[in-house]
């Protein structure tokens, strides 16, 4: 018998959402344990790929080795160049400035991912299959919101969003909707 | 015979994330050639529009291969390992290769940009406690991590991506001046891992770039 996964995570992190959306896409059951601190940037792009060479389901990485490329490309852009750089442990050693810093890097990182997605995208982050790239872009995104950046200054990373924004995997694992979620940030 | 363009690396000698690129095609056996971006010269060769359209994140490495262009050097080493023969940089085990992602994230993600060039010019005047508090931070988190996946190497007793990753991040951790000794077996892994062929080519003291001053 096989033992449920269990998530450490915190409802708006967005290294948890990434990998609460992986699981959604999998179909995959998993029980959650909230931890009131963020988990800095990247692991979980471990955890995704630990997930989708083990699980059936849609593939999370495509077979070919030049896109899967690209999309390890774009999601080591997010998690190791933006993220990291807007995270809450950075933000607080930064002190007063905090939001002219997180908006500097995440407009420099989007303004690096917008020309690389027009390349790549089809339908989704890269030709017309979901993939991890797609896992580390809406997070991010949503982190733009909360720090005022203007996505509409991106048209593909805007349009990709939408796209995303409306499918069942992404909508369950939205921070709004977590077992942790307080009551004034619910859907 | 089709014959084979040989990759094409654009890097600086003592970036941290080319030299993991250098470190994986030294130990795959791959040729290539190198062009060299120099961070500062200039206000910085990676800042001309020119090198934007290699790679619009305006950082070293980009890498062309095959016919496409790639940045992000951790996405560049898996390309490398799953289209070349030779020794794998990436365990067959899923479980292993989670562990060797961790640890190779764990860096690329939560320590090296937060203390690369273009932080710290926009920290300004405590680039040296900035840097080493996030180094140590990171090392204290992945010494414990090594203890328990290290055998000979980093994920038991195969060269993988995440000793591609640490030797780097060693060399800037001393050029920060933290202590290493404070990590008994990232210093045991480090120096195990310095006196391989694939890591000594590579290594910042013998690039076609390097400084006449800073060569081995």
Not at 18 to 29: D, Y
């Amino acid at each position: 018998m096989q033992v449920s996964p269990v998530l450490h995570g915190y409802f708006r992190s967005s290294c948890s959402w990434r990998v609460r959306i992986a699981f959604a896409l999998k179909g995959i059951e998993y029980d959650q344990v909230a931890v009131n601190l963020i988990k800095d940037g990247g692991q979980q792009l471990a955890v995704i790929q630990y997930i989708d060479e083990t699980r059936p389901g849609p593939r999370l990485l495509p077979a070919d080795p030049k896109a899967r490329a690209q999309v390890r490309m774009i999601s080591d852009l997010i998690a190791s160049g933006i993220q990291p750089l807007q995270n809450l442990s950075v933000l607080q050693k930064i002190g007063a400035e905090k939001l002219p810093w997180a908006q500097h890097f995440i407009s420099r990182g989007f303004q690096a991912l917008e020309p690389i997605l027009k390349q790549t995208a089809g339908k989704y982050c890269v030709g017309d299959e979901i993939s991890m790239a797609d896992i580390c872009l809406v997070p991010q995104v949503y982190n733009a919101e909360r720090f005022k950046v203007d996505v509409g200054q991106y048209p593909t990373i805007k349009r990709l969003n939408e796209t995303l924004a409306e499918i069942e995997a992404f909508k369950l694992s939205h921070p709004s909707r977590q077992p942790d979620t307080p009551a004034d940030l619910q859907a």
